[in-house]
């Protein structure tokens, strides 16, 4: 795997918001755009991860690209 490399500190804010009002946010990853509830960022050996509750596995922040939510919009 390549090495972590830290995401822009406005994405992270994003993400922990979405993190604390739990509502559903569309996110643009490197590989495609998914949409999901942001449960929890967290750290493991000097990665750092979201968690998705509609997502079996955390996806790595340096895949992350952009964060949208829906309401925002209207």
Do not use: S, W
Request: charged share 35%; with cysteine; glycine share 2%.
């Amino acid at each position: 795997m390549d090495k972590y490399q830290p995401i822009d500190c406005e994405l992270h804010d994003k993400l922990e918001d979405a993190a604390v009002r739990r509502v559903p946010v569309q996110i643009k990853l490197n590989t495609g755009m998914i949409t999901g509830t942001v449960l929890d960022v967290k750290t493991v050996a000097d990665e750092e991860f979201l968690v998705l509750k509609e997502q079996p596995e955390p996806i790595r922040l340096d895949r992350v690209i952009a964060v949208t939510d829906p309401a925002e919009q209207e």
